[in-house]
């Protein structure tokens, strides 16, 4: 499975991006797609996650203001980020597993990990 991120930039607190994740590799291990974030000196977040059907699933923190959506014609998903504070300073990382739990508390489950786009917000 290969994962690319893009979108990332520099944005002013309020602002928006839209971060995408193109993907490709077995189709059975790109069921379930999530979203993490890492700030230095912190653990990996967990964002959201959603599975082929589009059902999605959301960390509280974010609940609001971000939204995960997929596009499974051109094996891309994005993560639309809003009302942006410098709180959400991080690089920004997409993950692909197969079936199963599809929530992302537990990174660990997750099987395949981009190299991360960075937002920086100030």
């Known amino acids: 499975v290969q994962l690319v991120e893009s979108g990332g930039g520099s944005v002013q607190a309020g602002g928006s991006l839209r971060l995408s994740c193109a993907h490709s590799g077995y189709p059975s291990s790109r069921h379930c797609m999530g979203w993490f974030r890492q700030a230095p000196g912190k653990a990996r977040e967990g964002i959201a996650g959603?599975?082929?059907?589009?059902?999605?699933y959301y960390a509280d923190s974010v609940k609001g203001r971000f939204t995960i959506s997929r596009d499974n014609a051109k094996n891309i998903i994005y993560l639309q980020v809003s009302s942006l504070t410098p709180d959400d300073t991080a690089m920004y990382y997409c993950a692909a597993k197969g079936g199963g739990y599809c929530g992302t508390d537990s990174p660990e489950i997750f099987a395949s990990w981009g190299q991360g786009t960075q937002v920086t917000v100030s």
């Open positions: 959603i599975r082929r059907n589009g059902d999605a």
